[in-house]
């Protein structure tokens, strides 16, 4: 009984640290400043023929004046070119190259490029109306190159409503803990200063080039958060094609992470671990208070990120199902990226 009081008091001091640096973010709020540059937003799409006229329109709707749009058709085998160029508006330049990946596509548009801030989104999505505004508003000093926005995900299945969840829980994590100092500025939504970017020659290639082009920027600046910026994306809708986009991520993130940063990936795997084991041992055991314990803990640190990230209740009270799911999935997921790395090394050594 004590081990396990134990072990559920450090998933208490775990997720309440970060609850407590959630409002505490809320109440200090954070740095803007009226700022009116050209803005370019470039779409690189590879057979996005369902969706590239809402991603374009959306970004024609925004209520700050982009200059340009420029879509990348990235060697599409379907319509994708003929229906963005069937977007009838002086501001978009469609272009083709050969498909080469989206860090090949995004490259080519920002040499087109003409504004002072680049805004890069994918086919996929489609960005709330005052998102590039809010992305913005976040270039509080010159020290900022790039700012990245608040990922929504379409729900379109009871697997995207988890996933949905799950970028609800990112963007607690992210204003409690990168308001100013952000991991990752999300490839389906961020601003980059053009000169910036240019500087450290464009959009990284890798399979993470969202990853790899925020850390490259971050030697010479601040990448920021803008937690009132929101974009809507779609993702999969399967669990293998979830397995397969996560795996892509997370063998990619390793190939760029430093010593320091796994220290915090192996503490999140152990709280990972306990999310897993800890209700089951309350329920086989009959230990029902101390599971509802949990379950009510995991809620109540949801609520706020409901209202203020612009949730609904549903997903408070799903969240220790899908929390359950999560860890169970991440946790192997990893066990698997740490595996393959280890194999990758081992291979290498003795070749």
């Known amino acids: 009984m004590r081990i396990e009081l134990l072990l559920l008091l450090i998933v208490f001091i775990w997720d309440g640290y970060f609850f407590l640096r959630y409002i505490l973010g809320l109440l200090r ?16 799409a590879y057979n996005e023929e369902e969706n590239i006229e809402r991603a374009i329109r959306a970004v024609l709707d925004q209520d700050y004046p982009v200059k340009e749009v420029i879509v990348v058709d990235d060697g599409s085998e379907d319509r994708t070119y003929e229906k963005a160029r069937s977007v009838r508006d002086p501001r978009v330049k469609v272009i083709r190259v050969e498909h080469g990946g989206k860090a090949w596509a995004l490259n080519h548009g920002i040499k087109l490029a003409t504004g ?71 490839g389906p939504l961020s601003a980059y200063r053009r000169d910036a970017l240019l500087k450290i020659g ?10 790899a082009t925020t850390k490259a920027l971050k030697k010479f600046g601040k990448v920021v958060y803008a937690p009132k910026a929101k974009l809507f994306t779609r993702m999969p809708i399967t669990l293998r094609e979830l397995w397969e986009q996560r795996k892509r991520w997370f063998l990619g993130d390793l190939a760029h992470l430093e010593l320091r940063d796994y220290t915090m990936l192996l503490l999140g795997d152990f709280i990972a671990l306990l999310d897993i084991l800890l209700p089951i041992i309350f329920l086989t055991k009959g230990e029902f208070i101390f599971l509802l314990a949990f379950i009510a803990f ?33 946790f192997a997921l990893h066990m698997y990226g740490y595996l393959a790395k280890l194999s990758t090394k081992t291979f290498k050594h003795f070749h």
């Open 202 to 211: 464009g959009i990284v290639d890798s399979q993470v080039e969202d990853y």
């Open 298 to 330: 995991e809620v109540f640190t949801m609520l706020l990120p409901i209202i203020f990230e612009g949730g609904k209740v549903i997903e408070a009270l799903l969240f220790p199902i899908v929390l359950w799911f999560l860890a169970l999935f991440y």
């Open 29 to 44: 709020g954070y740095k803007t400043v009226e700022w009116n540059p050209t803005v370019s937003v470039v779409i690189p």
């Open 116 to 186: 002072d801030v680049i805004v890069t989104t994918d086919a996929d999505s489609f960005m709330a109306k005052d998102a590039v505004r809010r992305l913005l508003e976040r270039f509080y000093s010159q020290d900022v190159l790039a700012v990245g926005g608040q990922i929504r995900v379409v729900v379109e299945s009871f697997l995207t409503l988890v996933q949905d969840i799950e970028h609800l829980r990112i963007a607690m994590y992210r204003r409690a803990r990168e308001l100013d100092d952000l991991t990752l500025a999300p």
